[in-house]
C-alpha cells in the first residue's frame, strides 16, 4: 500500500523509540475497534507467529500438551517440540482435510493447547463453520483452542465463519491474524491476536515488549486501506485462476483453496520437483510430510505465475 509507504517512511522519526511510542496502542486500539472488542481482549505480536509460539510456551510450562493436526502450519508444534512439550499430531481425514471428530477423540486430561488454522496451511481448505463452532465450546470447557486465521481475508466461501464470534461470547478461544498476507507486511513482523480479558492479561507478560515501530505504522495504515486491500485479494484471485486453469488442463489434482496458495499433487517426491523448479527459476513450497508428492504454491503476480506454468512446462 501507497498509504501503508508513506507511514514507514514518517515512523523513522520514532524508530529510536521503545516502548514510549503510542504506536502499538493506537494499533490495539484500532484492532480492537475494527473487531468491535475491547482493547483489554487485544494482544500484539512480533508476528502472529509469536504468539502461537508464546501460547504454546503458556500452556506447556507446567507439561501441558498440544494437540494439533498432522499437516498444518508446523511452526507451533516445532517449537512445543523445543520446550519438551508433547506434542499429539492427529491425522488428517480422507481428504486431506483436519479431522475435528479424531482431534476431540485425541483430547485429555493433559492436553493444555488445541492448534487449528482455518484455512488450514498448507492446503488452504477450510473447516466447516457450524461444526468448527461446536468444537469450540465442547473443547474450550477442557482446554485453550487456538484459531490461525492467518488468510481470513482470502476466504471467498460464503459459509467461512470466523471463531470471533466465539470471543465475543467469553468463550476459551485465541483467534490470531496477521499483517502478512494481504497488507504485504511480512518482513515487519506484525501480528495480533483477540481472546478473553482473561487470556489476553495471562499471554501478554510471554510477548515482545519491544515491536517494530515501522511495521506498527504501516499497519495501522494498512488496516485502514480498504482500496489496498481489496486490490491485494483480487490480485491474488486472478493468480489463482491462472495456476488452477493450468492444473486443470494438465488433469494434475490440487485443493480448492481460501488462502494465497495451492496445494497440488505432483506425483513425484517433493525433493525432487523443488531443486528441479529452482533450476528453471521457481521457487515453490518446502516438505509438508507424510503428503511429500504434493507441492504448495504461494501465489505471486500473473507474470510470476507465467514463469511458474513455463517452468513446470518444462518438466512435464
Known amino acids: 500500500s501507497q498509504i501503508a ?20 496502542a493506537e494499533f490495539k486500539a484500532l484492532i480492537a475497534k475494527l473487531n468491535g472488542v475491547k482493547p483489554s481482549q487485544v494482544v500484539i505480536g512480533f508476528g502472529s507467529t509469536e504468539i502461537l509460539k508464546k501460547a504454546a510456551l503458556m500452556n506447556g ?20 517440540d523445543t520446550l519438551n512439550m508433547p506434542v499429539k ?7 486431506i482435510g483436519i479431522d475435528l471428530n479424531k482431534i476431540s477423540d485425541s483430547i485429555s486430561k493433559k492436553t493444555k493447547l488445541v492448534y487449528l488454522c482455518n484455512p488450514n496451511n498448507p492446503t488452504g ?25 492467518a488468510y481470513l481475508e482470502y476466504v471467498s466461501d460464503p459459509d467461512y465463519r470466523s471463531m470471533l464470534g466465539l470471543v465475543k461470547k467469553g468463550i476459551n478461544v485465541i483467534v490470531s491474524r496477521t499483517a502478512s498476507k494481504v497488507h504485504g ?7 495480533y491476536a483477540i481472546t478473553t480479558p482473561e487470556l489476553a492479561k495471562k499471554l501478554e507478560p510471554y510477548l515482545t515488549d519491544y515491536l517494530n515501530i515501522v511495521g506498527l505504522r504501516a499497519a495501522i495504515a494498512s488496516y485502514q486501506d480498504q482500496e489496498f486491500q481489496n486490490y491485494s485479494i483480487k490480485m491474488n484471485d486472478r493468480a489463482k485462476r491462472i495456476v488452477t486453469n493450468f492444473l486443470d488442463e494438465k488433469g494434475i489434482q490440487y485443493l480448492d483453496s481460501q488462502s494465497n496458495f495451492i496445494f497440488f499433487h505432483i506425483g513425484r517426491p517433493i525433493t525432487e520437483f ?20 504434493w507441492c504448495r504454491l504461494s501465489m505471486a ?16
Open 274 to 293: 523443488q531443486p528441479a523448479m529452482e533450476k528453471n527459476g521457481v521457487i515453490v513450497g518446502r516438505p509438508f510430510p507424510p503428503y511429500t508428492d
Open 125 to 149: 481448505k477450510i473447516m466447516d463453520s457450524g461444526a468448527l463452532e461446536s468444537f469450540c465450546k465442547n473443547m474450550s470447557k477442557r482446554t485453550v483452542v487456538f484459531i490461525d486465521e
Open 5 to 24: 509507504r508513506k507511514a514507514m517512511r514518517k515512523a523513522f522519526s520514532e524508530s529510536n523509540l521503545y516502548s514510549m511510542t503510542p504506536a502499538k
Open 185 to 191: 507486511l511480512a518482513g515487519l513482523r506484525v501480528g
Open 301 to 316: 503476480t500473473p507474470d510470476e505465475m507465467g514463469r511458474f506454468i513455463e517452468g513446470f512446462n518444462a518438466l512435464l
Open 61 to 80: 510450562i507446567d507439561g501441558g500438551e498440544l494437540v494439533s493436526p498432522t499437516l498444518t502450519f508446523e511452526e507451533i508444534n516445532h517449537y512445543a
Open 89 to 95: 499430531r492427529v491425522p488428517m481425514d480422507n481428504e
